[in-house]
């Protein structure tokens, strides 16, 4: 499938300004989705938190004493109050802390996320903006930006080249929309993502960085 190398350039009140072309050796890859699966499936296990817990009949209060005498009795055997089988007795086999942490090759990152990068490119699915520079934290002043560029309903990764503290605290609450620093980019957020909207600025630094 031939992948259009030239996307369109749009200001801040949506209308078209220019092209600009992508590089073939970011946006011209050929798409590898079993990298792409094996590098999403290390990402999400590495968020895992691993702090799920119980107590087994150890840790829980109670036990010392026999409840009851051996035989005799009637009833069952028991030698503690904090069997599994008793209310408010430990639990079998419960969770325990434990890391999820897997290591990933960084060649095999980077390949990943060029993937990613490649596959978005050839669905048409990368929008370039001239600028994102905001005068304050205005998040009603960014809904009316992707709205211009019909992301209404759409979930939208936006990559820019450094640190852009009002865009990022503006879109901190919106639902669908993503803020990163174009060399810090995964490849988990751009397949995530129904489009990637980057900044010329943006555009320049990933080609920089990621170039192979």
Same mark, same amino acid.
Not at 6 to 16: H, L, P, Q, R, S
Not at 47 to 70: I, L, M
């Given at each position: 499938?031939?992948?259009?190398?030239?996307?369109?350039?749009?200001?801040?009140?949506?209308?078209?300004?220019?092209?600009?072309?992508?590089?073939?050796?970011?946006?011209?890859?050929?798409?590898?989705?079993?990298?792409?699966?094996?590098?999403?499936?290390?990402?999400?296990?590495?968020?895992?938190?691993?702090?799920?817990?119980?107590?087994?009949?150890?840790?829980?209060?109670?036990?010392?004493?026999?409840?009851?005498?051996?035989?005799?009795?009637?009833?069952?055997?028991?030698?503690?109050?904090?069997?599994?089988?008793?209310?408010?007795?430990?639990?079998?086999?419960?969770?325990?802390?434990?890391?999820?942490?897997?290591?990933?090759?960084?060649?095999?990152?980077?390949?990943? !996320? &060029?993937?990613?990068?490649?596959?978005? /490119?050839?669905? *048409?699915? #990368?929008?370039? =903006?001239?600028?994102?520079?905001?005068?304050?934290?205005?998040?009603?002043?960014?809904?009316?930006?992707?709205?211009?560029?019909?992301?209404?309903?759409?979930?939208?990764?936006?990559?820019?080249?450094?640190?852009?503290?009002?865009?990022?605290?503006?879109?901190?609450?919106?639902?669908?929309?993503?803020?990163?620093?174009?060399?810090?980019?995964?490849?988990?957020?751009?397949?995530?993502?129904?489009? !990637? &909207?980057?900044?010329?600025?943006?555009? /320049?630094?990933? *080609?920089? #960085?990621?170039? =192979?």
């Amino acid at each position: 499938m031939a992948v259009n190398m030239e996307v369109k350039i749009y200001n801040k009140e949506g209308a078209e300004i220019g092209t600009i072309a992508l590089s073939d050796a970011v946006f011209g890859q050929e798409p590898n989705p079993v990298l792409v699966h094996q590098y999403i499936v290390n990402y999400l296990a590495n968020q895992r938190q691993g702090t799920a817990s119980s107590k087994g009949r150890t840790d829980v209060a109670g036990g010392g004493a026999k409840p009851w005498r051996q035989k005799g009795t009637g009833r069952a055997r028991a030698g503690t109050r904090s069997s599994p089988l008793w209310k408010g007795g430990g639990i079998t086999f419960g969770p325990e802390p434990r890391c999820f942490y897997k290591k990933f090759p960084r060649k095999m990152k980077r390949r990943a !996320l &060029l993937s990613a990068f490649s596959d978005k /490119a050839r669905s *048409e699915r #990368v929008m370039v =903006l001239d600028d994102l520079d905001l005068e304050g934290i205005k998040t009603r002043k960014v809904a009316d930006i992707l709205d211009k560029l019909g992301m209404q309903q759409k979930k939208c990764l936006i990559l820019d080249e450094g640190v852009n503290q009002n865009l990022h605290m503006s879109v901190k609450n919106m639902e669908r929309v993503i803020y990163s620093r174009a060399p810090l980019a995964n490849a988990y957020d751009v397949v995530n993502a129904d489009v !990637l &909207l980057v900044t010329k600025a943006g555009l /320049a630094k990933i *080609e920089e #960085v990621f170039a =192979l």
